[in-house]
């Protein structure tokens, strides 16, 4: 991710940093080049898409690139309409961007990169939150691009399957920044691929569904977790997201949420754990409703970690991150959780949480909930910028999680993850959710 924000010139003139070496885009350093005149040349999709939405409607985020460039207003509009169907956001123009579920947000950013035609696209994990129709639209996308042969596609993505046979050329790190092997794809595998795995980073062959979770003994007769009747919900009057949901958590469960993007996981899941109230009928939580539950009182039954794990930051230290609001026995449990996440407080202490990797953050964001050991557990893409060691990791932790008597609820694209968690997956379409 670092590299990918220096090649558009945000390291080191946007976001300090250290920087030796040289790093040029069309023969020219970035450090030299006026941050206008990179901008028009290189377009990029961060990790996280939403914090580079600008524009409060959908076709003006997508426009918003081609009038910093004095577009002619009829080529803008039609590029702004042939954009929108190319990242599968047609019917959306007028629709508020911070209402847009996160993989529609991923999809809008990447318009609004590409709608100007850079000659050169950084893309940093631009598959992490899209639907597979989503997903195989992009790499289709970025097919006729290296087809055509006038834009430079830098990829950072960790669903290696798709993109590996894309790339003329891997760049494979170690997890210290440093280089591994760079070269021509099946040149990097047979010289490095060995290095490569053992440094955590996914190979091609990797992710591929694994096996399927076992149902656990007896879970019928475990008590409810979370019970959800009728319940309606939407951002907007008269488009509800919701509409008729019935659905029981028991005790024990791994219930896998998937469906396309904007089809309302994320919405079900908030409900779930009180962060949204329902328009119509019930969320219990226990027997509670948790949105009148007492912060404090809440934490400990239900914890959410978020798609964007930002949004739970509340402070500027890993270490205050962890362990704000903890008992004495909880702030004891803490190292040990964050050791196991791969966060060893011992390094990562003083970091702020705003400066990690999506991968990190997300593990954080996971820490700071199970640490007080909530027995409903609702993750939203929990696999999203993780690399093999990480991901083996969150599995499992929430093994040991379930282990314990808890309920996990998971939002996810990620078929590895649904083969190999889930004991029962579970729809979300048309405002419902069916087997």
Same mark, same amino acid.
């Given at each position: 991710?670092t590299?990918?924000?220096?090649?558009?010139g945000?390291?080191?003139?946007?976001i300090?940093?250290?920087?030796?070496?040289?790093?040029?885009?069309?023969?020219?350093?970035?450090?030299a080049?006026?941050?206008?005149v990179?901008?028009?040349?290189?377009?990029?999709?961060?990790?996280?898409?939403?914090?580079?939405?600008v524009?409060?409607?959908?076709?003006?985020?997508?426009?918003?690139?081609?009038?910093?460039?004095?577009?002619?207003?009829?080529a803008?509009?039609?590029?702004?309409?042939?954009?929108?169907?190319?990242?599968?956001?047609?019917?959306?123009?007028?629709?508020?961007?911070?209402?847009?579920?996160?993989g529609?947000?991923?999809?809008?950013?990447?318009g609004?990169?590409?709608?100007?035609?850079?000659?050169?696209?950084?893309?940093?994990?631009?598959?992490?939150n899209?639907?597979p129709?989503?997903?195989?639209?992009l790499?289709?996308r970025l097919r006729?691009l290296?087809a055509?042969?006038?834009?430079?596609?830098?990829?950072?993505?960790?669903?290696?399957?798709?993109?590996?046979?894309?790339?003329?050329?891997?760049?494979?790190?170690?997890?210290?920044?440093?280089?591994?092997?760079?070269?021509?794809?099946?040149?990097?595998?047979?010289?490095s691929?060995?290095?490569?795995?053992a440094?955590?980073?996914?190979?091609?062959?990797?992710r591929?569904?694994?096996?399927?979770?076992?149902?656990?003994?007896?879970?019928?007769?475990?008590?409810?977790?979370?019970?959800?009747?009728?319940?309606?919900?939407?951002?907007?009057? /008269?488009?509800p $997201? &919701? *509409?008729?949901?019935?659905?029981?958590?028991?005790?024990?469960?791994?219930? #896998? %949420? +998937? @469906?396309a993007?904007g089809?309302?996981?994320?919405?079900?899941?908030?409900?779930?754990?009180?962060?949204?109230?329902?328009?119509r009928?019930?969320v219990?939580l226990?027997?509670?409703?948790?949105a009148?539950l007492?912060?404090?009182?809440?934490?400990?039954?239900?914890?959410?970690?978020?798609?964007?794990p930002e949004?739970g930051?509340?402070t500027d230290?890993?270490v205050?991150?962890?362990?704000?609001?903890?008992?004495d026995?909880e702030?004891?449990?803490?190292?040990a959780?964050?050791?196991?996440?791969?966060l060893p407080?011992?390094?990562?202490?003083?970091?702020?949480?705003?400066?990690?990797?999506?991968?990190?953050?997300?593990?954080?964001?996971?820490?700071?909930?199970?640490?007080?050991?909530? /027995?409903?557990? $609702? &993750? *939203?893409?929990?696999?999203?910028?993780?690399d093999?060691?990480?991901?083996? #990791? %969150? +599995? @499992?932790?929430?093994?040991?999680?379930?282990?314990?008597?808890?309920a996990?609820?998971?939002?996810?694209?990620?078929?590895?993850?649904?083969?190999?968690?889930?004991?029962?997956?579970l729809t979300?379409?048309?405002?419902?959710?069916?087997?």
């Open positions: 991710s590299f990918g924000l220096a090649v558009a945000l390291v080191p003139r946007e300090r940093a250290d920087m030796t070496g040289s790093l040029t885009v069309d023969g020219t350093e970035t450090r080049l006026p941050p206008a990179l901008a028009s040349r290189v377009g990029i999709v961060f990790q996280d898409p939403g914090s580079q939405l524009m409060e409607r959908v076709e003006d985020e997508v426009a918003f690139g081609l009038e910093n460039r004095a577009w002619p207003v009829a803008m509009r039609a590029r702004v309409t042939q954009v929108m169907a190319e990242v599968g956001l047609t019917g959306l123009e007028r629709r508020r961007s911070n209402r847009l579920s996160g529609q947000q991923q999809r809008l950013a990447l609004g990169v590409l709608a100007p035609t850079p000659g050169c696209l950084v893309l940093d994990e631009p598959t992490a899209l639907d129709d989503g997903a195989a639209a790499f289709d006729a290296r055509a042969g006038d834009t430079t596609v830098v990829l950072i993505e960790h669903h290696v399957e798709d993109a590996w046979p894309l790339a003329d050329v891997v760049l494979a790190l170690d997890r210290d920044g440093s280089v591994i092997d760079v070269g021509a794809p099946d040149e990097v595998l047979t010289r691929g060995d290095r490569i795995s440094s955590g980073t996914w190979l091609p062959g990797d591929g569904p694994a096996g399927t979770a076992a149902p656990l003994p007896g879970s019928a007769s475990e008590p409810a977790v979370v019970t959800a009747s009728d319940v309606a919900f939407g951002y907007e009057r /008269g488009a $997201v &919701l *509409d008729g949901v019935d659905l029981q958590v028991r005790a024990g469960e791994r219930l #896998a %949420l +998937v @469906g993007n089809s309302g996981k994320s919405t079900l899941g908030r409900l779930l754990v009180g962060l949204l109230r329902p328009d009928g019930t219990r226990g027997g509670d409703d948790p009148r007492p912060a404090a009182v809440l934490a400990r039954r239900a914890g959410y970690v978020f798609q964007d949004s930051f509340l230290r890993v205050d991150e962890v362990m704000l609001g903890l008992t026995a702030r004891a449990s803490a190292p959780l964050m050791d196991r996440l791969g407080l011992e390094a990562f202490a003083e970091r702020s949480p705003y400066r990690l990797s999506g991968g990190e953050a997300r593990r954080l964001s996971l820490a700071c909930t199970l640490v007080r050991s909530p /027995g409903l557990l $609702v &993750l *939203d893409e929990p696999t999203y910028g993780q093999r060691l990480g991901y083996e #990791a %969150l +599995v @499992g932790i929430l093994a040991a999680h379930v282990d314990r008597g808890a996990v609820v998971a939002a996810t694209h990620d078929a590895r993850f649904v083969a190999e968690v889930a004991s029962r997956v979300v379409a048309g405002g419902r959710v069916v087997p």
